[in-house]
């Protein structure tokens, strides 16, 4: 099993404001890997958006135009 870049307790507290009354370590770990699945999408397509950009930096319009798709 790969590393995480997120903490469980993180996830944890996600759930928690969200309204949930209980939570299951294997909800949060799965919430956890697929935050971490889309977070690095949106990475990658700020990256790439930068880049078209001409520009070696990745800048906060890049991460919010990148993100439009996953946010309500």
Do not use: C, F, Q, W
């Not at 890997?33 to 690095?40: G, K, N, P």
């Amino acid at each position: 099993m790969k590393s995480s870049e997120l903490g469980l307790s993180a996830l944890y507290r996600i759930l928690k404001k969200a309204g949930a009354e209980r939570v299951s370590d294997e909800s949060a770990d799965e919430l956890r890997r697929i935050i971490e699945e889309v977070a690095e999408n949106i990475a990658k397509s700020a990256v790439e958006m930068s880049s078209h950009a001409g520009r070696k930096t990745v800048k906060a319009e890049d991460v919010k135009l990148a993100s439009k798709p996953y946010i309500k």
